[in-house]
């Protein structure tokens, strides 16, 4: 598929927060210039806000439709999470005739860059300014790469600084296999996602299990609002059922690479581990290869 070729939006994906879409002025200051639709669901209390905030750039999905296509991971009564939006994008993606889009959160400050262009890690805040050409090139990866979907990295990506993993994957040129926040799609290469919560870490470790490409582009990032300081979206399931529960849905699904583990040096929390050995096909170098003796050799050896 040529550039030309190429029917692409960004969507973000809010909910009762009409006055705080941080994303969409931070698409258009790092230099975005496509089309940026908002989705929301028909339950949202604030969708008059969100209609007179920003016309008809809201788009609204029915919530039931959506639950109906979503293996939700529980039979809690509770509606409110996101993962229902995200597996509607593709319908509503298709039916505006798009070919790629970007599906995005609501609390993005910033797009940066996390290395120069000597490979090496970058500590000092460097801004993205032309995020149309840098999209443009993530959809020329997506395309010829195979992958499902190709995703910047976010702040604590980077704990460790030049020492930390993903500084260590810019130096060697390598990427990340999970993809989270910045998810870009193709809409003929649709996924699901699965589970009420931690449903972005369900979704690249079932597919991923199942041999399909997942990218996280680990020289460049986004910056978010801190968790559960920002009212609305899902910040209310957070503090409702606490990070266990939310951890132990990817285990659910994924008893065999996926466990439960305490982070931190100082306030620890518990959070899931993923054992990328167990999770997702390894590529072994050719070198382990046993390959097959040619017909002549064996005739020879007879």
């Known amino acids: 598929m040529t550039t030309n070729e190429r029917r692409f939006a960004a969507f973000i994906l809010t909910h009762g927060r009409a006055d705080r879409v941080y994303t969409y002025n931070t698409l258009r200051k790092h230099g975005y210039t496509g089309k940026i639709y908002l989705l929301c669901d028909n339950e949202d209390e604030q969708l008059e806000e969100y209609c007179a905030r920003y016309g008809d750039s809201v788009i609204v999905f029915d919530k039931q439709e959506a639950i109906n296509i979503t293996d939700s991971g529980d039979n809690f009564k509770k509606r409110n999470s996101v993962v229902y939006a995200r597996n509607y994008n593709f319908k509503v993606a298709a039916e505006l005739g798009l070919t790629h889009f970007w599906q995005l959160d609501d609390d993005y400050t910033r797009f940066e860059y996390r290395a120069d262009n000597n490979n090496e890690y970058i500590y000092k805040y460097t801004p993205i300014t032309m995020l149309d050409e840098i999209l443009s090139a993530m959809c020329d990866f997506l395309d010829e790469s195979g992958a499902y979907s190709i995703a910047m990295a976010q702040g604590g990506d980077y704990i460790g600084g030049d020492e930390g993993r993903f500084a260590k994957l810019i ?22 996602f699965m589970g009420r919560i931690n449903e972005d870490v369900n979704m690249y470790v079932e597919w991923g299990r199942r041999g399909y490409l997942f990218v996280t582009i680990p020289q460049l990032s986004i910056n978010q609002k801190v968790t559960q300081t920002n009212p609305g979206g899902l910040t209310d399931i957070y503090l409702d059922v606490g990070t266990y529960v939310k951890s132990f849905y990817t285990v659910m699904y994924a008893p065999s690479c996926v466990r439960i583990r305490d982070i931190g040096y100082t306030d620890k929390r518990i959070h899931h581990e993923v054992l990328w050995w167990y999770a997702v096909p390894a590529i072994l170098d050719e070198k382990y290869c046993k390959r097959k003796a040619r017909q002549h050799d064996n005739i020879n050896a007879n």
């Not at 390598?174 to 193709?186: A, S």
């Not at 809409?187 to 699901?192: A, G, S």
Request: charged residues 40%; aromatic residues 14%; positive net charge.
């Open 171 to 192: 130096k060697k040129g390598k990427f990340h296999r999970k993809v989270m926040n910045t998810f870009l799609f193709r809409v003929d290469r649709p996924v699901k």
